[in-house]
């Protein structure tokens, strides 16, 4: 990574963006930070999402793409699992990072 932002190639923002896009939808993220605890099935997120297969493989898509999961066929399964250690934690920094934002908010009220 550069030493100054002014140097960054255009390239990095535009896959930052598809990144933070992918992430930045609740349920796109709850089924991130599922993974956290290791491989599960669609399926599986499915029913702990409490929704249909075919809108957490839409979602899990979408994830794939912006290489934050990849996605195996298990038999009939497809199992998912973050993509990677920097994948990891950047999921484990966004959840932290609004956690102690919630925190802060909750004391000053």
Known sequence: MPATPSVVDEAVYERAEQILTAA??????????????GSRSVGELARLAGTDVSLVSKQLRI???????TMSRDGRQVQCRIADDEARRFAEFVLSHAAGRVARTRRVR
């Open 24 to 37: 930045g939808y609740a349920a796109r993220l709850k089924l991130l930070v599922r993974l956290l605890d």
């Open 63 to 69: 994830l794939r793409l912006a290489d934050l999961v």
